[in-house]
């Protein structure tokens, strides 16, 4: 299993034992490029946009968007329209943003729809944090793969590692039951506390080069072969 959560779910509708799981580490990309390159590509990347150094950028990375709460992170900017001057929300992902217009409208801000992106690490490392107020999700890689570049994360419970940013102190997790109040008032945070996005920032970077979070096929390689050797 991927999560906690995922054990917890087949022990409760099936009784399964829990000593039967075996948890393993996730399987995301190691970032290996260096300070230099993830800051000429928020450079080059905010240029291409013609989004201004200045501006605060939340970014919010998957398709599905109804499942993955773009309707709470449309509606979180909406809340913040006194800053609406000074910030940019960025959707990448395939979705239909038709559906999202009377919201996108409401916003005040500008919305940008980036499509399916091959090259969304750019885009990690141009935002200035990941919003994914998810209604579900198993795990999560977007969370783990955003703090590998060292942005912090806005998110909810109810994404299976959303204890991730909880442990590594690199965000923020709004808990269940979920109110629109509590996510807004985060994003308010999020957008106006240079110094916790540094913190933040930082924490990530340091979380990510001291937990495994990225030997999942090998992790599960060796217990295969480890319970097969019993036989």
Excluded at 42 to 61: K, M
Excluded at 72 to 97: P, T
Excluded at 120 to 132: C, E, I, N, W
Excluded at 145 to 153: D, F, I, R, S, Y
Aim: aromatic share 8%.
């Amino acid at each position: 299993m991927l999560t906690d959560k995922e054990i917890e779910a087949f022990h409760r509708h099936y009784g399964t034992p829990k000593e039967r799981f075996h948890l393993l580490p996730p399987g995301v990309r190691r970032n290996t490029q260096s300070e230099g390159d993830a800051a000429e590509n928020r450079v080059s990347l905010r240029r291409e946009l013609g989004t201004t150094p200045s501006t605060i950028v939340a970014l919010f990375v998957g398709s599905g968007f109804r499942v993955k709460g773009l309707d709470r992170a449309l509606r979180a900017i909406q809340s913040n329209q006194k800053s609406a001057s000074i910030i940019e929300f960025w959707v990448v992902g395939n979705g239909k943003a038709s559906e999202y217009q009377n919201l996108i409208e409401k916003t005040g801000t500008t919305v940008r729809f980036l499509g399916g992106r091959a090259d969304v690490s750019r885009f990690y490392d141009a935002a200035d944090f990941l919003l994914h107020p998810a209604y579900s999700e198993s795990a999560g890689k977007v969370l783990l793969e955003a703090l590998t570049h060292g942005l912090p994360v806005l998110t909810t419970d109810t994404c299976g590692y959303a204890p991730h940013i909880e442990r590594a102190d690199a965000g923020f997790v709004v808990p269940s039951p979920f109110t629109q109040s509590e996510l807004d008032k985060a994003v308010r945070r999020f957008i106006e506390d240079d110094d916790a996005r540094k913190r933040w920032g930082h924490n990530a970077l340091h979380y990510v080069e001291t937990n495994d979070l990225y030997s999942c096929h090998e992790a599960a390689a060796g217990l295969i072969e480890q319970l097969l050797s019993r036989d």
